[in-house]
Nanobody, 127 residues
Framework: QVQLVESGGGEVHAGSSLRLSCVASEYALQYYAVGWFRQAPGKDRVGISCISNGDNSTYYIDAVKGRFTISTDNAKDTVFLQMDALEPDDTAIYSC????????????????????WGQGTQVTVSS
């Protein structure tokens, strides 16, 4: 079973950057799609970006496109979410999830069957 652990959250001012990491224990994510989700206080969880590691396809929702970048390390066991130009509306708990045997993130728009989830990391952006 894949275990995912997020890190890199914190409290920053608007305009700052953070890099979140999603580390898979014991398993490489080479043939998985990994998605980043966020849940703001009082709101539903929303998928914001994903990458399918088998074909390096990526997808972003409009709210983060151009500011956030998703990537995978060479060992394919860590997925990063580089977040630049952070805004107060980015304040949320950020979680990652993995879907096995998943490809073509850009076409699927992250609507994968995620089977494994991390616990989340808090990101707070003040104005």
């Amino acid at each position: 079973q894949v275990q995912l652990v997020e890190s890199g959250g914190g409290e920053v001012h608007a305009g700052s950057s953070l890099r979140l990491s999603c580390v898979a224990s014991e398993y490489a994510l080479q043939y998985y799609a990994v998605g980043w989700f966020r849940q703001a206080p009082g709101k539903d969880r929303v998928g914001i970006s994903c990458i399918s590691n088998g074909d390096n396809s990526t997808y972003y929702i409009d709210a983060v496109k151009g500011r956030f970048t998703i990537s995978t390390d060479n060992a394919k066991d860590t997925v990063f979410l580089q977040m630049d130009a952070l805004e107060p509306d980015d304040t949320a708990i950020y979680s990652c999830a993995a879907a096995p045997r998943a490809y073509n993130a850009a076409h699927i728009r992250c609507q994968f069957r995620y089977e494994y989830w991390g616990q989340g990391t808090q990101v707070t952006v003040s104005s």
